[in-house]
T-cell receptor, first 114, second 114 residues
Framework: AQTVTQSQPEMSVQEAETVTLSCTYD???????LFWYKQPPSRQMILVIR??????QNATENRFSVNFQKAAKSFSLKISDSQLGDTAMYFC???????????FGKGTTLSVSS | GAGVSQSPRYKVTKRGQDVALRCDPISGHVSLYWYRQALGQGPEFLTY????????KSGLPNDRFSAERPEGSISTLTIQRTEQRDSAMYRC????????????FGPGTRLTVL
């Protein structure tokens, strides 16, 4: 069975700084998808970024980028120029190729301060 | 609306009562997913549909939980004879399916069983 591990329960950063959130996963599949979701205090679930395992190029969305290391089964999220609005819980998630369901990590609570 | 909607947003019920939670996916989305999220944890998969067919219900915790999507659009998650341990946020998500598998989440229904 697939598992997703986020080893940092909480992180803090100041505005304009860069922060990296860690995620590792375990799977025997070769093709799959990885996601980062953001959950602000409103408890919405917002898709931040998506990565296909067959793509070597790391995904980027504005200030958000990932470092995808397939051999190491690592999928970290880098947030550049942190903003107060980035304060949220961040979940890493895995989906198999069949797209049956997302498997989530336990989350990392990120606090951005001025 | 453009997003996934869920109703009710909040539901308080007494132990032993049945509840029905509704999800209205994004128009045109083929796949619909139900998750349950405890406070401070990541969502856990319950079940999912492609069109009206329930493809996987392996995450439903017991036979008090059931879901349907009779016309391939709106879905209902029903919990019979509710127990206090059923208290959680119940989230619905939808996607186009296939390679367009990003899941977009609704606001959730917060269920409290007294």
């Amino acid at each position: 069975a697939q598992t997703v591990t986020q080893s940092q329960p909480e992180m803090s950063v100041q505005e304009a700084e860069t922060v990296t959130l860690s995620c590792t996963y375990d799977t025997s599949e070769n093709n799959y998808y990885l996601f980062w979701y953001k959950q602000p205090p409103s408890r919405q679930m917002i898709l931040v970024i998506r990565q296909e395992a067959y793509k070597q190029q790391n995904a980027t969305e504005n200030r958000f980028s990932v470092n995808f290391q397939k051999a190491a089964k690592s999928f970290s999220l880098k947030i550049s120029d942190s903003q107060l609005g980035d304060t949220a819980m961040y979940f890493c998630a895995f989906m198999n190729q069949a797209g049956t369901a997302l498997i989530f990590g336990k989350g990392t609570t990120l606090s951005v301060s001025s | 609306g453009a997003g996934v909607s869920q109703s009710p947003r909040y539901k308080v019920t007494k132990r032993g009562q049945d509840v029905a939670l509704r999800c209205d996916p994004i128009s045109g989305h083929v796949s619909l997913y139900w998750y349950r999220q405890a406070l401070g944890q990541g969502p856990e998969f319950l079940t999912y549909f492609n069109y009206e067919a329930q493809q996987d219900k392996s995450g439903l915790p017991n036979d008090r939980f059931s879901a349907e999507r009779p016309e391939g659009s709106i879905s209902t998650l029903t919990i019979q004879r509710t127990e206090q341990r059923d208290s959680a946020m119940y989230r619905c998500a939808s996607s186009f399916g296939g390679s367009r598998n990003e899941q977009f989440f609704g606001p959730g229904t917060r269920l409290t069983v007294l």
